[in-house]
């Protein structure tokens, strides 16, 4: 492919979010192409998540971001960088007992935010892997689930 086939293939897959100001003050959650994006600015980073939480759906826009996002239904923790897992774990053979965060591995996936002057754009993960959370981006999901799903959150309004 020549470079200008290659910056054309990239602009099919690159979507505009929004307004980087906006997004900083409140979190965006966007369809794009047929996944639903969860778009946010946590310390000083952008990062998108799938918006349902890979282990039962929970509405991620919902939870609270710490160092992850926490899922709003069962508190799974959700690296949002890399899409890992997170649980606790402890030693039993170690006293005192000590828990430490380990990963159940990539679980959600994630995809790549740019920033263009002031416009935020996002760029689809397409790796042909499976991660738990492409589940809760079928069409068989949304149709039985979602019909009456409320929205809570800014959702897909131009800016």
Known sequence: MSSDEDVAAASRHT???GKKENIIQARRVKS???RDVLVIYHQGD?????VRCYHSGGPLQEGDIEVSCLCPWHKYKITLAEGEGLYQAVDPSVKPLKPT???RGVKQRVHTVT???EDVFLTLNDSPGPTDSD???TEKY???FLKDW???TNTDSDD
């Open 15 to 17: 979507h505009f979010i």
């Open 135 to 137: 589940y809760y981006q």
């Open 101 to 103: 965060w380990c990963s």
């Open 142 to 144: 949304r149709n039985t």
């Open 150 to 152: 409320p929205k809570k």
């Open 115 to 117: 920033l263009s002057n």
């Open 32 to 34: 794009v192409g047929e």
């Open 46 to 50: 952008f990062y998108a998540i799938e």
